[in-house]
C-alpha cells in the first residue's frame, strides 16, 4: 500500500454528515446517483419547463488522448471543482466556471486487462480532501483532492483471472463499498467495505453462495448454504459480480448490490436458482452480512444479470426500492425486508417468463424460451436455439434511471431488442471467457430500439414515451423544475416536461452520450453537465444492432450548460 501524507483546507473536506445530505445539497453532487439512494433528483428549479429553451453551453473540455471509446462517467462537484473519470482509467479536476483542467491522472494500466464491455469507468467517490476511484486492473486509487497525488492505492483483486472495476465507489456511514466486475471469466463476486481514509480493508461479502466472508481480519460467515442450489464445484466460479456498484439508505441502513450473471451462461451446467446471481443483495453494512436478498432470474440462463441499480422511495408509507432489471421487469421491494410488493414488465417483449407471482416471488418461467443443453444435441456441441426478449443487452443495462418524488414516476431508460441465444459445452480456465453460449441480436421494432419512459410504480403504467432509433445507454436526470434530462448515441442532450413527455430541448455534443447528467447550482446559476463519448458493449457486442449505429463517431469530453443571467431572470 502507498500512503503519502496529505494536508487540505478543512472546511473543503467532505464530510459523512454531508454525504448523507447530498441528495438535498444543490451546491455540490458528492456521489454517484447524486444521493446515495441514487434517485438522481434535484431540488433545483431555476431552469424549468418555462426556460429551458434558453439553456447554452458554458464550456467543454476534452479529454484528450489517441483513444477514447466509451465514456460513461457520472461527474462529481465540490467547492469549484468537477471529478471527472474516463475511459482507461484516467481522472480529471476541472474548475467548474471555466472547464479549465487543474489536474490529471492516467493510472499506469498493465497488459492483458480483460474488460468485458469496453474501457470505461462510471464515476468516482469523495471522502474527506480524497476523490477516489478504480481501475480496469481491479485496483483502487485515492488521489488528493488538490493536487491529484496519490495518497493510497489498494489492490481489489487479481486481473489476470479476469477481475477488473468499473463502477463508481459509494461512501456509507464512514466506509467505501465497492463491488467487482469479470463476470463473463468466472470470477466470484463480492462487496468490499474500506477505510476511505487508508485503503484499510474492513470487511467483504462474497455473492456466490458456499464462499466464506471476512471481517477484521476474521471468519464472518458463509454466504448461504454451500450446495444448496449450486452442484458439485460449480460455486467455486460462480460469476455473480457487482459490476454496477451499489446504493444506500440510512433510513434501513442497509447497502443495496444489483448481482450479475451466474457463470457459466451455460445453465444445464449449474441446474439450481444459483444464489445469490442475478439477484438485489442488501447488506448491513456495520456487520457485512446479508440482511436480505431477492432474486429476479433464478437459474439464469440468458446472461440478464441483476445489477440495475436499486433506487429506494416512499410509497404507501413504507421505505420500498424500484428497480428496472435487465431481464424485463421492473419489480418493488420492502426496502427493510425484500418482500416483493410489485412487478411488471416494463419492455413491450418478454418471453423468458409470462410473468412475476407475486405471493411466491417468482418467475412463471416458459420452458421453451430456455436455451438447449448441448449434451443433449445430436453433435453434443451445440444445443437448440431460442429467441429470447430482452437480449441479453437488457431491457435496461447500465444507464442509471431516475425517480421524482414529486411526480412519483420512475424515468427509464429502455430497450426493444432480443436475441438467438444457444448453449455451447464450456470448463472454467482461469483469465479466459466462461460463457458456454452463443448469440445474436436483434432490433425488435423497425422505428426504434430506445425509448424514454414515464412509468408509474405504483401501477406499472407508461405515461409517456419519447422514441429514439439507437438503443439509449446513458442515464437519466430529473429536478423539481419539472424536467428530465438524458443524452443519445446521436449525440443529444435532451430535456422533456417530466409530466407530458414533451421535448423542449436539445443539444448535440458531437459524439454519443452514454453518461447520466447531473445538475447544481453555484449562486443564481442553475448547472447541467453531461459526459459525452460514443461507445460501451453495444458496439462490441450488438450484432446486427451494433449495424445501425457503426456510423456513429467516438469522443471523450464533458459539457456544461446553463441559461445566460440576464435570461434566467425575466424567465422564472
Known amino acids: ?102 489536474w490529471k491522472y492516467e493510472h499506469r494500466l498493465p497488459e492483458g486487462i480483460m474488460p468485458c464491455c469496453d474501457v470505461i469507468n462510471r464515476g468516482a467517490a469523495l471522502y474527506d480532501n480524497l476523490v477516489i476511484f478504480g481501475t480496469l486492473d481491479a485496483q483502487l486509487v485515492a488521489l488528493d483532492q488538490n493536487t491529484g497525488k496519490v495518497v493510497w492505492r489498494e489492490k481489489i483483486e487479481d486481473y489476470t483471472a479476469g477481475y477488473s472495476y468499473t463502477a463508481a465507489p459509494l461512501i456509507a456511514e464512514g466506509m467505501l463499498l465497492t463491488g467487482v466486475s469479470g463476470g463473463e471469466f468466472g470470477v466470484v463476486g463480492r462487496v468490499d467495505a474500506r477505510d476511505p481514509k487508508t485503503g484499510k480493508l474492513l470487511w467483504t461479502r462474497p455473492t456466490v453462495e458456499g464462499h466464506m466472508g471476512y471481517k477484521d481480519g476474521k471468519e464472518n460467515g458463509i454466504s448461504g448454504t454451500t450446495n444448496a442450489t449450486w452442484p458439485g464445484e460449480t460455486w467455486k466460479t460462480g460469476g455473480a459480480s457487482t459490476w454496477l456498484g451499489g446504493s444506500y439508505d440510512a433510513s434501513t441502513g442497509l447497502a443495496y448490490f444489483g448481482t450479475g450473471n451466474p457463470g457459466p ?81 416494463f419492455v413491450k417483449k418478454v418471453t423468458w417468463a409470462s410473468s412475476i407471482d407475486i405471493k411466491t416471488g417468482r418467475p412463471v418461467f416458459d420452458p421453451a424460451n430456455r436455451p438447449g443443453d448441448p449434451t443433449a444435441s445430436a453433435d453434443g456441441k451445440k444445443g437448440s436455439s431460442v429467441f429470447a426478449a430482452p437480449g441479453f443487452l437488457g431491457g435496461k443495462n447500465q444507464m442509471p434511471m431516475a425517480y421524482s418524488p414529486k411526480t412519483q414516476m420512475f424515468y427509464v431508460p429502455t430497450n426493444e431488442w432480443g436475441m438467438d441465444i444457444w448453449n455451447e459445452p464450456i470448463s472454467y480456465k482461469k483469465g479466459a471467457a466462461y460463457l458456454g453460449a452463443g448469440f445474436t441480436m436483434k432490433p425488435l421494432f423497425d422505428d426504434h430500439i430506445g425509448s424514454l419512459r414515464a412509468i408509474d410504480p405504483k401501477t406499472g403504467k407508461v405515461a409517456w414515451e419519447v422514441k429514439n432509433n439507437a438503443p439509449l445507454w446513458g442515464g437519466v436526470l430529473t429536478t423539481a423544475g419539472d424536467l428530465v434530462f438524458w443524452g443519445t448515441p446521436e449525440g443529444y442532450l435532451k430535456a422533456a416536461d417530466a409530466k407530458t413527455g414533451k421535448v423542449l430541448w436539445q443539444f448535440q455534443t458531437g459524439s454519443g452520450v452514454v453518461a447520466p447528467p447531473i445538475t447544481w447550482n453555484d449562486g443564481a446559476d442553475q448547472y447541467v453537465s453531461v459526459v459525452s463519448g460514443w461507445g460501451g458493449a453495444v458496439p462490441l457486442w450488438g450484432g446486427e444492432v451494433a449495424k445501425k449505429v457503426n456510423f456513429l463517431e467516438q469522443g471523450g469530453s464533458v459539457w456544461t450548460f446553463k441559461i445566460p443571467s440576464s435570461t434566467n431572470v425575466a424567465s422564472k
Open 1 to 102: 500500500m502507498l500512503v503519502i501524507l496529505a494536508t487540505a483546507d478543512a472546511t473543503a473536506q467532505v464530510t459523512d454528515a454531508m454525504i448523507a445530505k447530498d441528495a438535498a445539497d444543490t451546491e455540490s453532487v458528492l456521489s454517484w446517483g447524486m444521493g446515495t439512494q441514487g434517485q438522481r433528483f434535484s431540488p433545483l428549479s431555476t431552469i424549468n419547463t418555462k426556460n429551458v429553451n434558453k439553456l447554452v453551453p458554458v464550456w467543454s473540455m476534452s479529454f484528450g488522448g489517441e483513444k477514447q471509446r466509451g465514456q460513461e462517467s457520472q461527474p462529481l462537484v465540490h467547492k469549484g471543482k468537477m471529478f471527472v473519470t474516463a475511459s482507461y482509467s484516467r481522472i480529471f479536476a476541472v474548475d467548474v466556471k471555466t472547464g479549465q483542467k487543474l
Open 265 to 345: 451462461w451455460n445453465s444445464h451446467v449449474r441446474k439450481g436458482d444459483n444464489l445469490y446471481s442475478s439477484s438485489t443483495v442488501a447488506i448491513d453494512v456495520k456487520t457485512g452480512k446479508i440482511a436480505w436478498s431477492y432474486q429476479n432470474t433464478p437459474n439464469d440462463a440468458w446472461d440478464f444479470d441483476g445489477v440495475n441499480e436499486f433506487v429506494t422511495f416512499d410509497m404507501d408509507g413504507k421505505r420500498v426500492g424500484g428497480k428496472a432489471d435487465r431481464n424485463g421487469f421492473f419489480y418493488v421491494n420492502d426496502a427493510k425486508t425484500g418482500k416483493l410488493i410489485n412487478a411488471f414488465p
